[in-house]
């Protein structure tokens, strides 16, 4: 069942209200709590993470939509009518769509599925056959079709509802991708054997090389998910994979390449957030009578 604004406009309003709103948090934790303004964005980050946990309760983004469908723990035999239902938020439009590779129909299809059933499984649903059909308004034999052809030539399986026993961190498309690269694969390379667009290949890698990193330097999964900029279920699915791979000898070259390009980084977002509050100390100190 899709669940969805009524009115474009009435939604448009809604997010033009929260970014005010915001950027109203973020301007009084500066001025009232003496915040750095990167301090401030990293509590303005944090409150939206605790009070938009449920999908049901998050502001909807361009190309995006609420849609029911069952909920993760629930059994594959068991009947729709008694199971328990998640609310989910699915991106139909994504600004990756327009570079996977092919530019056919099917090969923009069969991408879609693999982004919206693992979106709707990191916010604890899953998606059957027939909701992709009705998502993506099209028979459900063609999503039968397309979800064949991914596992027979791509070895995706992808994670609906009859699928999820059959599901680990390296069979869904993100886990392949990463997979591939942790090998020794270059992001073209793993671009072209997955079929997904080298801007996604780049920001999954980017995203599980910053996760691993700040994993082995003792962050919890929240503080992850705060300092990258993602969603603590996405932290949670690169996890998964981190425990899978972090200790095979085949994999330490890339984690070696990690810990040392994230100490790098952040080494550099150390100097630039104590430049930030420099600047700020010295605002301060020249304002005072």
């Known amino acids: 069942m899709i669940v969805s604004t009524h009115d474009r406009n009435e ?18 934790a500066v001025e009232g709590a003496g915040l750095s303004p990167w301090e401030s964005d990293v509590l303005v980050e944090m409150i939206q993470e605790v009070y938009f946990s449920n999908p049901a309760d998050r502001p909807l983004g361009g190309g995006q939509l609420r849609y029911e469908c069952v909920a993760a723990g629930e059994g594959a035999g068991k009947p729709i009518a008694d199971c328990r239902l998640q609310t989910v ?27 919206l059933t693992e979106e709707a499984r990191e916010q604890g649903g899953l998606l059957s056959q027939e909701d992709l059909a009705q998502i993506l308004s099209c028979h459900v034999t063609t999503i039968r079709r397309d979800i064949k052809v991914l596992r027979t030539d791509l070895g995706i399986i992808v994670p609906t509802r009859g699928q999820q026993k059959d599901i680990g961190p390296g069979t869904s498309h993100k886990g392949l991708v990463l997979k591939h690269w942790l090998q020794g694969k270059e992001p073209l390379d793993v671009a072209r054997d997955t079929h997904h667009s080298l ?16 994993k082995r330097k003792g962050f919890h999964p929240l503080q992850i998910a705060l300092t990258v900029g993602i969603s603590t279920a996405a932290v949670d699915t690169y996890l998964e994979l981190y425990e899978k791979t972090h200790w095979k000898t085949q994999f330490h070259g890339r984690y070696e390449e990690i810990d040392l390009i994230g100490a790098r980084h952040h080494e550099a977002e150390d100097l630039k957030k104590g430049a930030l509050s420099q600047d700020e100390r010295s605002k301060s100190e020249r304002s005072r009578p």
């Open 11 to 28: 939604d448009q309003d809604r997010r033009l209200r929260l970014k005010t709103q915001d950027a109203r948090l973020a301007r009084m």
């Open 89 to 115: 938020v699915l991106s139909l439009l994504h600004s990756d769509d327009h570079s996977v590779p092919g530019h056919s129909s099917s090969a923009l299809r069969q991408y879609r599925i693999q982004r």
């Open 199 to 214: 801007h996604a290949v780049e920001r999954y890698i980017q995203h599980f090389s910053r996760v691993a990193f700040l």
